[in-house]
């Protein structure tokens, strides 16, 4: 029986290649009015796979692509820091020559999208007309947080791949990250997208959401903003979300019952009616 959490997004495939040599594998599908999916960390673009789908289905050109570190995409010559990750969304948008887009961030790929629109405001003028940011943050995760806090150095260690590697403990991790909706094959993709990232070079960027604090700059977000998080989200708690929504004037909160930091799998539906609300 088919995993619907494990299916790939089909498409056409392109790599989009950075000044620092980065090359970013991207995909594009469908046609219609522009969504660019940007995953969170130790996902790629395939995390996307439901709402991709959905997204199509409703009449919507999407595009997606593996954060640089993640994936199939590499790491240039300047790193991988939250610099120049947010400058691989303004590749990205201007190699797809995409206008009136909805930017669509998931966990770090929301925090990377903020930085981006705060440090690019001539590019989102030109090229996006809402954003959509799930289950994220702008810096300071650690904040309030005793599960990342144990987390990010079990990452940076090098421990949590043998963690999610071992059923028992692998198991317990996924459903750690879970709401209400423990579904055995959402537990079996995840641990197989997990496990097929080499997180040791990707140590700055989780550095970056703990160092780097951009609440202060939300005001300078203009855009149409909707904040989607569950409410048994404990990677990124409420309170994120509830600054977010304060810190972003006219922006959207949405809290979903029952539900957890993969809201992308949890409930696919609602983040493709909520992104649909914008492109539309």
Same mark, same amino acid.
């Not at 999916?37 to 960390?41: F, K």
């Not at 198991?171 to 459903?175: D, G, L, M, N, V």
């Given at each position: 029986m /088919?995993? *619907?959490y494990a299916e790939p997004i089909p498409g056409q495939f392109e790599t989009v290649t950075t000044a620092d040599g980065t090359s970013i594998n991207t995909v594009s599908l469908g046609? &219609?009015?522009p969504v660019v999916?940007?995953? %969170?960390?130790a996902f790629d673009m395939h995390g996307w796979n439901i709402v991709? #789908? %959905?997204?199509?289905?409703? %009449?919507?050109?999407? *595009? #997606?692509? +593996?954060?640089?570190g993640h994936g199939k995409t590499t790491i240039g010559s !300047? %790193?991988?820091d939250s610099e120049q990750m947010a400058s691989d969304y303004v590749a990205v948008l201007e190699h797809y020559?995409?206008?009136d887009a909805v930017l669509v961030g998931h966990s770090m790929g929301g925090f990377l999208g903020i930085r981006f629109l705060v440090d690019y405001p001539e590019v989102v003028r030109d090229r996006l007309k809402g954003v959509v940011l799930i289950s994220t943050f702008a810096g300071d995760v650690n904040r309030g947080n005793p599960q990342n806090r144990l987390q990010i150095p079990l990452i940076q260690t090098g421990v949590i791949s043998k963690i999610v590697g071992n059923n028992k403990m692998g /198991? #317990?991790? #996924? !459903?750690s990250l879970m709401g209400d909706n423990k579904d055995p094959d959402m537990i079996v993709a995840f641990r197989a997208g997990f496990g097929a990232q080499n997180l040791g070079p990707t140590v700055p960027v989780l550095k970056a959401m703990v160092q780097e604090n951009r609440y202060d700059r939300l005001g300078e977000i203009t855009l149409p903003c909707t904040v989607l998080v &569950? +409410?048994?989200d404990k990677t990124t708690p409420a309170f994120h979300s509830d600054d977010l929504n304060k810190g972003i004037a006219g922006s959207k909160l949405i809290r979903v019952p029952g539900m957890g930091h993969l809201l992308i799998w949890e409930d696919a539906q609602v983040v493709i009616d909520e992104v649909c609300a914008l492109a539309d």
């Open positions: /088919t995993n *619907i046609s &219609g009015s999916l940007a995953h %969170g960390y991709a #789908a %959905g997204l199509v289905e409703r %009449g919507h050109r999407v *595009i #997606a692509f +593996d954060q640089r !300047k %790193g991988l020559d995409v206008h /198991t #317990a991790f #996924a !459903k &569950g +409410d048994k």
